[in-house]
């Protein structure tokens, strides 16, 4: 059963720290997407990249976020310096475009 | 912007039918169903494309009005396991290359023995 895989399950940090997620698409999948859920907030978009190029990270605080995909298989969403408002869970999501998406296991961030 | 979901919370009996309505403001190109259970991920149940087509699988289906901008999830018979919140995304504009869903804000949906 094919899955994306997301590293680590669990993190909590000291504000001030940087995180970084990472996460393994679906093989075969050319779209990627990185959300964030909060209660207040809901299910938000931060990024999405196709065949590894980023088109759209207009979710994204720009001045301590970034995402990247340096490979097919490696997606990863930096944050530097985290603060306590970046606590919620970080999903990662691989696609062929325009189709289902298929979500990780999500990443809980604990921003202290 | 934001789809509108509505209603909010539903409880229902083993057996009983739902309803679950999702609006948008803007012209829509596709509307994606979603069902989370507490502490696991989102959980594709399905796509309507501009059309107006139905679609289903089990007890489950959707209809997209694409004129009035609004889609429907219907559950019938629900079963214990049809408990989560359920999220609607939506694609606007003319879909294309555009793979950007904006997430509702959900439906907590309770199903009792």
């Known amino acids: 059963d094919a899955r994306v895989t997301q590293t680590p399950r669990d993190k909590v940090t000291e504000m001030g720290q940087e995180v970084t997620m990472r996460c393994q698409p679906i093989?075969?999948?050319?779209?990627v997407f990185w959300y964030r859920q909060t209660m207040m907030q809901g299910l938000e978009l931060l990024a999405y990249f196709r065949n590894r190029a980023p088109l759209d990270d207009s979710g994204m605080p720009k001045d301590r976020f970034s995402a990247e995909m340096p490979d097919a298989t490696l997606a990863t969403l930096k944050i530097q310096p985290s603060e306590p408002r970046d606590s919620a869970v970080y999903f990662c999501?691989?696609?062929?475009?325009?189709?289902?998406?298929?979500f990780g296991p999500g990443t809980r961030l604990t921003v202290l | 912007q934001q789809p509108v979901q509505s209603p909010q919370a539903v409880i229902l009996r083993e057996g009983e039918d739902a309803v679950i309505n999702c609006s948008s403001s803007?012209?829509?190109?596709?509307v994606h169903w979603y069902r989370q259970k507490h502490g696991e991920a989102p959980v594709f149940l399905m796509i309507?494309?501009?059309?107006?087509e139905q679609k289903g699988h089990d007890k489950i289906s959707a209809s997209f009005n694409e004129k009035k901008q609004q889609s429907s999830l219907y559950l019938t018979a629900s079963q214990l396991s049809y408990s989560g919140t359920y999220f609607c995304g939506t694609v606007s504009g003319g879909g294309g290359s555009n793979y950007k869903l904006t997430f509702g804000k959900g439906t907590l949906l309770t199903v009792n023995p």
């Open positions: 999501a691989s696609g062929r475009q325009g189709f289902e998406q298929f």
């Open positions: 803007k012209a829509l190109y596709s």
């Open positions: 093989l075969g999948h050319n779209t």
């Open positions: 309507l494309l501009k059309g107006g």
